[in-house]
């Protein structure tokens, strides 16, 4: 579903190395923990996958199709494969929760009709049905999260990637949360986590892929989160 | 375009267009003072190149024929030189008919000294020619004396005059080419600033977009017709006061030109307005699109 094949990010402005040489395969329907400290290269990772910066070495495969290879144009279209949820949830501040899951359907170019039978399923599958009219000012972080997870399932993409999706909760609501990408997950939804949250991959026991300054040190396929592991 | 999309563009410009009312109108009424400045620009130019048409029309060319010509022969040089290229008309002025105009000029002895010249007419017959493009008039003047000692013997043109006048419309036009092209950026650097404070203030909305997989267009297009909406309202204001404005304003300048007014005549209205308003109303809707279409490019790079 996702390849990196012998992978490099260099930034041109500052020289930074992102990654270097990453070579990883996800394949379809998995769920995978990308972690690391800060300046590991997870954060690039997820922005090269997301098409918001270019490799500066090797191939990316994105469902079948080779990212790398794809012009301006084609960029919004692969990124209608992938649903995102970032930490700071990424909200429309003036428009409802129903608008801004509506919006996403709106882009791909939905129907009155179907954006009416979609939003509501995806609500109810996040537990907001009833905060439909409120306003993301008006919601907690855990709902502005699950409305940002609800706009991103719902054009049921087979891919959804999440940006350190707990970095803004308490506890309780962000397992709440990875509850939720669990059971996407379980329905079939490629599913691919950054995150700096490490009870969370310690408790939930999922494919580990580890990264420290800039390669690939650990893919554990049920590991944790911890030092001492890698 | 699905008609959801466009509902949903169109509600997106009208609530841009709505949250920043305040500069929105204040661009279009900017729109509005240089597409007023443009429109009358352009009628002033107009009049101005229909006054000279006027004045070169009036401002002809006399040939004066040799009396050695017969009537017949008189009329073949008529015919020959109606053929040239830019001569409009021909009029045959007899020996009596030049008399009677010089008469006319006349008063007192002065009159009764030239009228007992009847019978012994000293004055030749000529032709009067005007031409159909006062740029042109060299050329013309060139055929005509090129006649001299063919029927024709002097050739009179006020060649400064018909040269000046074309020179003086000749600058017109290229001043009000260059009113109407720094009006028009004008009007793109006005709207490119109201729409740049829209796409500001919606920038996170626009990062959002281009995660969700939007295109480039579905993100542009409701900027564009928030400049649209600017830029057309802009126009419409200056279309409607031409409309209603013209008419009394060529009624001011005639009256306080006086009986001078008599002389010329002034373009009609419709003739501008038909010609005019689709134009304002175009460049209305071009520079609308132009304004956002610059401003929203450097934000579309995510």
């Known amino acids: 579903m996702i390849e990196f094949v012998n992978c490099s990010k260099v930034y041109e402005d500052n020289g930074a190395v992102g990654f270097k040489d990453v070579s990883l395969r996800i394949g379809e329907g998995e769920f995978v923990f990308v972690v690391g400290p800060s300046g590991s290269g997870k954060s690039s990772v997820i922005r090269v996958i997301l ?10 495969i ?35 929760v129903f608008e801004n899951v509506a919006f996403a359907m709106q882009i ?26 409120a306003y993301p000012n008006q919601l907690s972080g855990g709902e502005q999260q699950r409305t940002a997870l609800a706009r991103a399932i719902v054009n049921r993409p087979p891919i959804l990637i999440c940006d350190e999706p707990t970095g803004n909760l308490d506890p309780e609501t962000a397992w ?22 490490w009870d969370i991959v310690d ?28 | 375009m699905g008609f959801n999309r466009a509902k949903y563009f169109i509600e997106e410009a009208a609530t841009g267009v709505a949250r920043n009312s305040l500069m929105s109108v204040s661009s279009a009424l900017t729109v ?16 101005v190149d229909y006054f000279l048409e006027q004045i070169e029309n009036k401002s002809g060319i006399t040939a004066f024929v040799d009396d050695a010509l017969s009537d017949a022969g008189a009329e073949r040089l008529r015919l020959q030189i109606a053929a040239e290229p830019n001569v409009a008309t021909v009029t045959l002025i007899t020996k009596e008919r030049a008399l009677e105009i010089m008469a006319d000029k006349e008063t007192g002895a002065a009159k009764d000294l030239i009228e007992s010249l009847r019978d012994d007419n000293p004055l030749p017959r000529s032709f009067e020619i005007t031409l159909l493009n006062g740029a042109d008039h060299d050329t013309t003047l060139a055929a005509l004396n090129a006649l001299i000692g063919k029927g024709i013997y002097r050739v009179n043109a006020d060649s400064a005059t018909v040269g000046a006048l074309v020179l003086f419309n000749n600058v017109v036009r290229v001043v009000s080419v260059f009113v109407v092209l720094l009006l028009g950026f004008l009007s793109v650097v006005i709207i490119m600033n109201t729409i740049k404070l829209t796409v500001n203030a919606r ?38 006061i031409f409309a209603f404005g013209y008419g009394p304003l060529v009624d001011g300048v005639k ?26 109303l175009s460049a209305g809707v071009i520079v609308g699109v132009a304004g956002s279409s610059f401003s929203i490019r450097r934000y579309l790079r995510v």
């Open chain 1, 176 to 197: 709440e949360i990875m509850s939720l990408l669990d059971d996407i997950n379980r329905r079939g939804t490629t599913v691919v986590v950054a995150t700096h949250a």
């Open chain 2, 32 to 47: 509005s003072c240089c597409m007023l400045i443009l429109i009358f620009s352009y009628s002033l130019a107009a009049n």
């Open chain 1, 62 to 96: 994105i469902d079948e199709e080779d990212a790398t290879a794809l012009g301006r144009a084609e960029i919004p279209y692969l990124r209608r494969k992938m649903g995102v949820v970032f930490q700071d949830f990424r909200l429309r501040q003036n428009k409802t």
């Open chain 2, 203 to 240: 920038k996170t909305d626009i990062n959002i977009m281009k995660y969700v997989g939007a295109t480039d267009w579905f993100i542009k297009w409701p900027f564009i017709i928030e400049g649209v909406i600017i830029g057309l309202f802009g126009a419409l204001i200056p279309v409607v």
């Open chain 1, 51 to 60: 098409k918001e910066e270019e490799l500066t070495g090797g191939r990316l």
């Open chain 1, 108 to 133: 791909v170019g939905a129907s009155y009709r179907e954006i009416r039978r979609n939003v509501p399923m995806a609500l109810t599958m996040v537990g907001l049905s009833r905060k439909s009219k």
């Open chain 1, 203 to 230: 408790g939930m026991k999922k494919r580990v892929i580890a990264l420290k300054n800039g390669a690939v040190v650990r893919d554990a396929a049920r590991g944790g989160y911890s030092e001492q592991l890698w």
């Open chain 2, 255 to 280: 009256s306080a030109l006086g009986s001078f007014a008599t002389l010329l005549k002034f373009k009609d209205g419709m003739d501008i307005f038909v010609f005019a308003a689709p134009v304002i």
